[in-house]
C-alpha cells in the first residue's frame, strides 16, 4: 500500500522550533522528488520546500533561512526542520512526492496532513 505518513506537528510559541517528518512505503523513494506544502483556513495550498532525488533544494520565500528540507533515502523519510516559527506558519503542512524517472507506478502521491500551530 502506497502513503505518506506525516508527523511532527502540534502547538508552539512563537520563536519555537518544530521537526515534521513523512515516512513513505510503497514508492521507490529514491526517484521521487520530496516536498513540504501548507495550507492555512482560506488560502490555497502552496510549496513550502522541496528536495529533488539529487539533493537539490528550494524553498519559499518566506521560509527561506528558517526551514531546512533534508531525506533519508536508507529510511524512506524527508524532513522539515523548523526554526524561528512564526504565528503566519500556522497551517496543516503535507508531505508530497513526486516522481521524476519513470520506474515506478505512482506518479504523484499525498500525505493526510499534520497541523502546526505557531501561538502564545
Known amino acids: 500500500q502506497v502513503q505518506l505518513v506525516e508527523s511532527g506537528g502540534g502547538l508552539v510559541q512563537p520563536g519555537g522550533s518544530l521537526t515534521l517528518s513523512c515516512a513513505a512505503s510503497?514508492?521507490?523513494?529514491?526517484?521521487?522528488?520530496m516536498g513540504w506544502y501548507r495550507q492555512a483556513p482560506g488560502t490555497q495550498r502552496e510549496l513550502v520546500a522541496a528536495?529533488?532525488?539529487?539533493?537539490?533544494?528550494n524553498y519559499a520565500d518566506s521560509v527561506k533561512g528558517r526551514f531546512t528540507i533534508s531525506r533519508d533515502n536508507a529510511k524512506n523519510s524527508v524532513y522539515l526542520q523548523m526554526n524561528s516559527l512564526k504565528p503566519e506558519d500556522t497551517a496543516v503542512y503535507y508531505c508530497n512526492a513526486l516522481r521524476e524517472y519513470p520506474a515506478d507506478r505512482y506518479l504523484e502521491v499525498w500525505g493526510q496532513g499534520t497541523l502546526v500551530t505557531v501561538s502564545s
Open positions: 510503497g514508492i521507490i523513494f529514491n526517484i521521487y522528488a
Open positions: 528536495i529533488t532525488s539529487g539533493g537539490r533544494r
